[in-house]
C-alpha cells in the first residue's frame, strides 16, 4: 500500500490542529467511550458515535462546554480538508447524514434500557476548507444547517503553512524506513497527546499507544509532535480561535490578531460592543474582519466564510430594513460569543441585499462567478460594498538618536546591531514591557530564562499557560526584517527552549542580541 498523500495527511493534522485551538474556547475533545458510553463506543480504528441506522467514525468530536439556553447541550463535530480543489457537495451530504442520524439516536424504549437517564446531546457539524467551497455545497450546507469555514484566507495562512510542512516532516520520516504504509493514527495521537501536556501544563506528554503494528518509532513521534505543537503556539495562528454564534445557521471560527487585546477591550467596556464587520485584503486574498466601531484598532478578529453564507450572516432584506424604519428602530445584528462563562455580543449593522438579477438581463460569466464567493480570492457584492480600511501598524515614537536614520542594514551584517537592538526595545517598552523585561533579564543572565522567572516577572498567575509569549517580539522582528533594518538570517530575539516534553521550560537570547544589548546601555539596553 502507498503512503498517503501529503495533502490528506494535512487535512488529519489540520482537524488536530483546529480541535487544539478550539480549545482555549470551551471545546472539550472527547478520546474514549468511557466519556459518554451511551452515545459513544470504541473500536480499533478509534471513536465512533451511535446513530440510529448506523454507528460513526468521529475523528475530532467534542463537547462544546458553554451555556446553551433553550437547547440541548452541543457536541461539535470537526472535519477538514488541505487540498488545492474546493470542497463539494459530496463531503457536506455525507455531514448531513452523520448528523442526521445521531440527532436520531434516542427514544424512549432505549432511555429506559439504561439506569441512568438517557443523556441527550445536539450534533453539529463544522467542515473546514483550505481552498473554499464550491457553490452548490453552500446553498446545500445553509439549507442543512452545516457550519462551513473557508481557511483560504490570510489569516489562517500560518495554520495551513504548520500543518503542511508537519505532514512533509513526518511522510519523509516513514519513506525513510520503507514503510509499506503510514499509520495516520499513530501520528494523530502523538500530535493529540502533545496538544494536550501543553493544555495540562505538563512536563512530559503521555505515552504514545496505539494498536498499529510497526509503524514510527514513539521517539521520532514525540519529537515530531513537540516541534509541531512549539511551531503553532508561535505562529501568528497560536492565539487560539473563538466560536462566534451569530442569528443564522451556521457558526464561526473567529481568529483574534490578540487574545489579550480583545479580553483587555471587554473588560475596560463591556460584553455589548458596536462592531464593524468589513473584507480586508492582503494580495490577492482577504479575510473578514470584526474591530470595535468606536476604536478600531483595539482589536481584531477574522474569519473567512463562503459567498452564500456571508449574505446570511451580514445583509438584511428590504421588506425587514422597512420594517425597522416603520418602528423608528435601527435594525442590528448580533454574534454571540463566550469568553470562558462570560456572554459578549458583537452588534453590528447589516447591509441592504442587493435586488435579484432581472432573468431578462444577461450577465458576464466572470461576474457571476465573482458573486458566488467560492474563496477567499473571490469578490462578491459584500465583499465590494464592505471593504476594510487598512490597518495601520501601531508604531511608538522612536529614540531621537534613530529617528532619521531609515537605511536599509549593510549586506555583511549578519546579526542584530546596536540599532536594530534599540528599536526593538523602544517598540517593546511602549507596547510590550513585560516582553522587554524577559529580554533584559535574560541578557543579564547570559541569555537564559527559566519559565519560573517569566511567572514572577510577568506576575501570571500558576494556571496561565505561556502560549503565544513570543509572539509580539516575533512580529516585531519580522517588520524589521521587512524594512530591511534587520538581515533576513538574523535570529528571533526571545525563543521557546524545551529540556524535554512539549512545555517550554526556558527561553533564550540569542549572543548577539545580548552583546548588542551591553553596548546600548540605559535605558533600552543593559
Do not use: C
Not at 332 to 346: A, H, P
Amino acid at each position: 500500500m502507498a503512503l498517503i498523500s501529503a495533502d490528506a495527511l494535512a487535512g488529519f493534522l489540520l482537524e488536530e490542529a483546529i480541535a487544539f485551538l478550539l480549545s482555549s474556547n470551551g471545546y472539550r475533545l472527547l478520546q474514549q467511550s468511557d466519556a459518554d458510553e451511551q452515545a459513544l463506543r470504541q473500536a480499533g480504528h478509534g471513536l465512533l458515535v451511535r446513530g440510529r441506522g448506523a454507528d460513526h467514525q468521529a475523528d475530532v468530536l467534542g463537547d462544546l462546554l458553554m451555556p446553551t439556553p433553550f437547547s440541548l447541550p452541543v457536541r461539535l463535530f470537526v472535519e477538514a480538508k488541505n487540498r488545492g480543489s474546493k470542497v463539494g457537495l459530496a463531503e457536506v451530504r455525507n455531514a448531513h447524514g452523520v448528523i442526521d442520524d445521531v440527532n436520531q439516536h434516542y427514544s424512549t424504549a432505549l432511555s429506559a434500557s439504561y439506569r441512568q437517564p438517557l443523556r441527550r446531546y445536539q450534533y453539529r457539524y463544522a467542515l473546514f476548507s483550505a481552498a473554499g467551497f464550491k457553490r452548490e455545497a453552500q446553498s446545500y450546507a445553509l439549507a442543512q444547517q452545516i457550519s462551513l469555514v473557508d481557511l483560504s484566507g490570510p489569516a489562517f495562512q500560518p495554520l495551513i503553512a504548520t500543518v503542511e510542512r508537519a505532514a512533509q516532516l513526518i511522510l519523509a520520516e516513514a519513506a525513510a524506513i520503507n514503510l509499506p504504509s503510514f499509520p495516520v493514527r499513530q501520528a494523530r495521537l502523538a500530535l493529540r497527546t502533545a496538544f494536550g501536556s501543553v493544555e495540562a501544563e505538563v512536563s512530559t506528554p503521555r505515552a504514545v499507544t496505539d494498536s498499529t503494528n510497526g509503524g514510527l518509532s514513539e521517539d521520532v513521534l514525540v519529537s515530531w509532535a513537540a516541534r509541531v505543537t512549539a511551531e503553532l503556539q508561535d505562529s501568528a495562528i497560536g492565539e487560539g480561535l473563538i466560536l462566534g454564534f451569530p442569528a443564522a445557521p451556521f457558526i464561526l471560527a473567529m481568529h483574534p490578531d490578540s487574545l489579550e487585546d480583545f479580553e483587555t477591550f471587554v473588560a475596560e467596556h463591556g460584553s455589548d460592543i458596536p462592531v464593524d464587520i468589513r473584507f480586508g485584503r492582503q494580495g490577492t486574498r482577504g479575510d473578514w474582519t470584526i474591530t470595535p466601531a468606536a476604536d478600531p484598532d483595539a482589536f481584531r478578529l477574522s474569519f473567512g466564510l463562503p459567498g452564500a453564507l456571508e449574505t446570511w450572516l451580514l445583509s438584511v432584506p428590504e421588506q425587514e430594513r422597512r420594517r425597522a424604519a416603520d418602528a423608528r428602530g435601527t435594525l442590528l445584528q448580533t454574534i454571540s460569543l463566550f469568553l470562558e462563562d462570560r456572554l459578549v455580543q458583537l452588534r453590528y449593522q447589516p447591509v441592504q441585499t442587493p435586488p435579484p438579477p432581472d432573468e431578462n438581463e444577461t450577465q458576464d460569466d466572470e461576474q457571476v462567478q465573482y458573486d458566488a464567493g467560492t474563496d477567499a480570492a473571490d469578490t462578491s457584492f459584500l465583499r465590494r460594498n464592505l471593504p476594510a480600511q487598512p490597518r495601520p501598524r501601531r508604531q511608538p515614537e522612536p529614540r531621537p538618536m534613530i529617528d532619521d536614520q531609515v537605511e536599509r542594514v549593510p549586506r555583511d551584517v549578519r546579526g542584530w546591531s546596536t540599532r536594530a537592538a534599540a528599536q526593538l526595545m523602544t517598540e517593546l517598552d511602549a507596547l510590550y514591557p513585560i516582553r522587554a523585561a524577559l529580554i533584559r533579564t535574560a541578557a543579564h543572565q547570559d541569555g537564559r530564562l527559566e519559565r519560573a522567572q517569566v511567572y514572577a516577572i510577568a506576575d501570571f498567575t500558576p494556571d496561565r499557560t505561556l502560549r503565544g509569549l513570543t509572539r509580539p517580539t516575533n512580529r516585531i522582528t519580522a517588520a524589521l526584517i521587512e524594512e530591511g533594518r534587520l538581515p533576513e538570517e538574523v535570529e528571533y530575539p526571545l525563543q521557546t527552549g524545551y529540556d524535554y516534553g512539549v512545555r517550554a521550560t526556558h527561553f533564550t537570547v540569542p549572543p548577539d542580541l545580548v552583546a548588542a544589548l551591553q553596548a546600548l546601555g540605559p535605558p533600552h539596553g543593559i
